[in-house]
């Protein structure tokens, strides 16, 4: 898994990974990429940011990674991600495994994440406080689709706070079509019940039968 570390602001960076972070990582700005496997991350969000909206719940054997999420109304969510369930019914018949078959592009799937962005507490000045970013996909498709908003919809982040040095926490729903990141929206105010229709088997026919009806 890789790590970005930003050095006197983002336009200087370098990369490491899981096993070779620096013993300086305190004093620069971190990016943690696919959270759900960094153990160093989780333990540095669990320390640092007790009154965080979300929990990276670990996967075991059989049982894939969950997020479990506060949303605006204080109700704690739990988010699993529906993407085996579609990739298992839009599979060609041949059951080929090889993501590379043309054939498995031409599908849809969806995926979770979150986004989030918090101060380490300390400070070079009021305009240079340090942060620690954190993208949290279920998936390598939720992971994707976090760095495809963060990079195509960066003015929506204005929304989720008053002030550009704020910290911010949004859970978003990637879409995937036809070989790319169609779209991805927050979710944030998502309540249990809405999440459990989103994954649910039924609605993920409903999606792919609509999808293949436009195709």
Known sequence: MKNISMI?????YRVYSKYNLPTNIGDQNTVWVCLPRQA?????LKR??????????L???????QIEWINSKGE???IKSPLYSYLKRQRPAKDTRDNNDVNFENIIAKDFAVVARFDKGN???????????FIAGLHGLGNWGAAWYIDRKYSDLDQFTDNQYDNIQIL???TYQDGR???????????QKEIDEMISAKNVVNVIKKYKDIT
């Open 8 to 12: 006197g602001g983002s336009s200087s």
């Open 40 to 44: 160093k991350a989780l333990e540095i």
């Open 48 to 57: 640092d940011y007790p009154d965080r909206k979300f929990n990276i719940i």
């Open 59 to 65: 996967g075991k054997k059989n049982v894939e990674p």
């Open 76 to 78: 704690k969510v739990l």
């Open 123 to 133: 400070k070079r000045g009021e305009w240079e406080k340090l942060k620690n970013y």
């Open 172 to 174: 978003l729903e990637v």
């Open 181 to 191: 990141i169609s779209d991805v929206r927050s979710i944030s105010d998502i309540t």
